[in-house]
């Protein structure tokens, strides 16, 4: 994977933008009542080139509830009825911590009921979402699957150890977002499937942890970030793994 900078936007070809998205159609944010989902919602919202933006979470309507299939399903049945074409999905789910579960520092910490949820919301989930929303792509022009990842799923980045629940199952997100990718390109050459690092951000799920001297960004800037790589996705990038300045990360 290369980086991804202002020129491949100029050299992608599809559209007067380059590797920006075509114009009208729909643009979906899943986990639209949190941190970074909310900022994004908000975000898309504002700008002209969608027809519709949509935030789908557990209090919206309908509801989608990422432990729960059925409603997964009920949730893209309520979007293909739209009858538009659906340009932009942004799954901004995830969990750390909260309700008794928290990073592990060591395997004597490993509980089998708290790896299985970490598992459901971090990997399963968003794998029923891929299921059920990615033949919502249009098979003609550009569109988008973006799931928020994490750079400490990073099998190859990883020298520090711990968080072992949330490491495991952001690594097999990124398996289920390359194992995706490579079945999407089949059916929908130019829809792209990624998973995506927003950094440190001044969210709940990133609070107790945030240590002096990191790069923090608010809710709001973060989403800034993730659009533009979104944008400058260039052809071949599907099944990547992307940090929120468009660089690579190592699986």
Known sequence: MKSL????IDADSGNGEGGALPAGGIAIVIGSSGGIGSALHERLSTQSRFSAVLGLG????????LTDEASIAGAARHVA???ADVRLIIDASGILHGDGLSPEKSWRDLDATQMTRAFAVNAIGPALLMKHFLPLLPR??????ATLSARVGSIGD???GGWYSYR????ALNQFVR???IELGR???AALCVALHPGTVATSLSSPFVKAGLDVQTPTQAAGRLLEVIDRLPPGSSGGFFDHRGDPVPW
Do not use: E, W, Y
């Not at 003609?140 to 699957?145: I, P």
């Open 168 to 171: 495991a199952s952001k690594a």
């Open 81 to 83: 009825g739209f009858g």
């Open 179 to 181: 194992t995706a990718a």
């Open 158 to 160: 990883n020298r520090l």
């Open 187 to 189: 059916r929908q050459p």
């Open 58 to 65: 557990r209090t919206s309507s309908p509801p989608l509830d």
């Open 5 to 8: 900078h202002r020129a491949d």
């Open 140 to 145: 003609q022009g550009r569109s988008v699957f």
